[in-house]
């Protein structure tokens, strides 16, 4: 099959899809890729890229890009301006491709948007798409956006709406996420159950002296993704005030950059927290393995949200990918997750005492206890979020 993903995010952004596309090529698929000019998380184009954005090849992979404006500080009218440039240009940017498109495979981890140059392939092209949704619109809007206007939302909801009845499949990355989707009008026939997996550089790693220089000694509790306000580590902080009044040195270390970092070092200073809590900054995916070779446990967390409950954050599968014990503040599927892989501890959203506890409890076994939790989370991995597991669902889906 000649494959055509549409993702509004790809390499060198550091997005899941960007090993899905080599893992279907990998399989004998041809596969070409829409995307936009790269510019996410940093709100500028990267380096060596330009408004005036070049068609590339990447693996094998060809990539279209289209323009789009870029997201600047990520707030409001940036983000629309964002949104409708890429879907607006990615549309246009169809036409310009003349070879033969067998499927479409849409990526959405936000915005809906991408949906519409899906519509319009779909047409041209007289193939199908299977849209693989990561975050629920319009919920996300006031979630992670904070957005409650009601025309708005009712816009969105509409045109959710508009681009899921034209996809073939949606497919959905949390079994929690079909009751809404079937709330929007979608049958339950086309909605399929495909969850992420990870990339394979994320693995169960031996400690490194090198990586170990850059950490601070003593129990170390990771955290590794964005820092932005979605992720609630407000609720970490006050959890690390208080274990550090009782006596506990607990080494908090945060791998990573958003838009939310330079108000958590602020409340890091104003708390004295600056010997527990460690910003790193923003390392290569591929190091993760490293770092997390150090950690004691493997920090995630939500804010406290009905729709953030329904979703399984996508750094769970790295996680139990590492074969580390995981320390998770969440409500819904991705607790469930840790729990039921018995991978480690977990508390409800925002729950400040109920993390203060699990800590304690977690430093309190043993190194030995400890490893069988990773072990455990691993197990579940290979056998619910291989990453062949996850190939053979959307090939499947496809295919069909």
């Not at 009218?77 to 879907?87: G, T």
């Not at 994320?202 to 170390?220: E, N, Q, R, T």
């Not at 950690?295 to 590492?322: E, G, H, M, N």
Request: aromatic residues 12%; positive net charge.
């Amino acid at each position: 099959m000649h494959i055509l993903i549409i993702t509004q995010y790809f390499w060198p952004e550091n997005f899941r899809i960007n090993d899905i596309a080599l893992g279907l090529k990998e399989r004998g698929h041809k596969v070409s890729v829409l995307t936009g000019i790269p510019n996410y998380p940093s709100g500028t184009f990267f380096d060596g890229y330009t408004a005036q954005p070049s068609d590339e090849i990447w693996e094998g992979i060809y990539i279209y890009r289209s323009r789009l404006t870029p997201r600047g500080k990520g707030r409001g009218i940036d983000l629309l301006k964002n949104y409708f440039s890429f879907a607006f240009s990615a549309s246009l940017k169809v036409s310009s491709i003349k070879e033969k498109i067998d499927t479409i495979l849409v990526f959405e981890p936000s915005p809906i948007t991408v949906g519409i140059p899906a519509m319009v392939a779909k047409r041209k092209f007289g193939a199908s798409y299977s849209f693989w949704v990561q975050d629920l619109w319009p919920a996300s809007l006031t979630a992670a956006g904070g957005v409650k206007n009601k025309f708005v939302l009712r816009f969105f909801d509409w045109l959710t709406r508009k681009i899921y009845n034209h996809a073939k499949y949606v497919l959905v990355q949390s079994r929690t996420f079909k009751d809404y989707i079937l709330n929007q009008g979608v049958k339950g026939e086309k909605i399929l159950y495909v969850p992420n997996s990870t990339e394979g550089y994320y693995h169960p790693m031996a400690a490194s002296p090198k990586f170990a220089s850059l950490l601070p000694k003593g129990f170390k509790i990771m955290f590794a993704g964005n820092i932005g306000e979605a992720q609630s580590l407000n609720t970490m902080l006050e959890a690390a005030k208080i274990l550090k009044n009782k006596g506990y040195v607990i080494q908090w270390v945060m791998i990573g950059d958003g838009r939310y970092r330079p108000i958590m070092e602020e409340q890091v200073r104003r708390y004295d927290l600056s010997d527990s809590i460690h910003f790193l900054g923003k390392f290569p995916p591929e190091e993760m393995s490293h770092f997390f070779s150090h950690a004691d446990a493997l920090y995630v967390s939500l804010r406290r949200d009905y729709i953030f409950s329904l979703t399984i954050p996508s750094k769970v599968q790295s996680y139990l990918a590492c074969g580390k014990p995981i320390l998770a503040s969440l409500d819904g599927e991705g607790a469930k997750i840790v729990v039921e892989s018995g991978a480690g501890l977990a508390s409800p959203a925002e729950d400040v005492t109920g993390l203060v506890e699990n800590v304690i409890e977690l430093y309190e076994r043993s190194e030995g206890q400890r490893e069988e939790l990773g072990k455990r989370g691993l197990r579940y991995f290979n056998r619910e979020f291989d990453r062949n597991i996850v190939l053979n669902k959307l090939e499947g889906a496809l295919k069909l």
